[in-house]
T-cell receptor
């Protein structure tokens, strides 16, 4: 029944070592989002895809990239993780841009 | 840019008691969403409100959007331990492309 799946649930990476987080969906939704949520803070949108159309938020650091090879999968690449990038990363989907979003369980990233 | 402020930041209630969480926006709300998050988990959609004065209920949870569409409240009646978690309000951003969120209200229910 899982609709938005994130792997892994917990990821540990070293300072400066590239890391990729994965998200897949079984809902066939057009839109996929990546949010960053730091401890006790609101989720913050990094970027979203509408189909293959990539939309980056203005304040998302260049260190963060994303790929969406097909409708079902979306990846978050962090090229050179810093200690400040330790956070929960949430993937979400929606049928249309805006509106009700379905969230995955998140990947908690630790940077050592 | 639009900001959402939630109050209280955290709340501890006894099982069976009622409670209210508020969400105030710095700008007019065109779509207001309530989500629940358990610690270390993703967000679960609860309700969406769009019209001023709108009220929706699901089981023992009721959400309202005020007439001026700048404030929403979430009310839980006869709270249970299963209601414990973090409640976040979210609003459509100006471009209508995604949600901005409040920082959340952490609810604990003691039995």
């Amino acid at each position: 029944d899982a609709m938005v799946i994130q792997n892994p649930r917990y990821q540990v990476t070293q300072f400066g070592k590239p890391v990729t987080l994965s998200c897949s969906q079984t809902l066939n939704h057009n839109v996929m989002y990546w949010y960053q949520q730091k401890s006790s803070q609101a989720p913050k949108l990094l970027f979203h895809y509408y189909d293959k159309d990539f939309n980056n938020e203005a304040d998302t650091p260049d260190n963060f990239q994303s790929r969406r090879p097909n409708t079902s999968f979306c990846f978050l690449d962090i090229r050179s993780p810093g200690l400040g990038d330790a956070a929960m990363y949430l993937c979400a989907t929606s049928r249309v841009v805006g509106g009700e979003q379905y969230f995955g369980p998140g990947t908690r990233l630790t940077v050592t | 840019s639009q900001e959402l402020e939630q109050s209280p930041q955290s709340l501890i209630v006894q099982e069976g008691k009622n409670l209210t969480i508020n969400c105030t926006s710095s700008k007019t709300l065109y779509g207001l969403y309530w989500y629940k998050q358990k610690y270390g988990e993703g967000l679960i959609f609860l309700m969406m409100l769009q019209k001023g004065g709108e009220e929706k209920s699901h089981e023992k949870i009721t959400a309202k959007l005020d007439e001026k569409k700048q404030q929403s409240s979430l009310h839980i009646t006869a709270s249970q331990p299963s209601h414990a978690g973090i409640y976040l309000c979210g609003a459509d951003n100006q471009a209508g492309t995604a949600l901005i969120f409040g920082k959340g209200t952490t609810l604990s229910v003691s039995s």
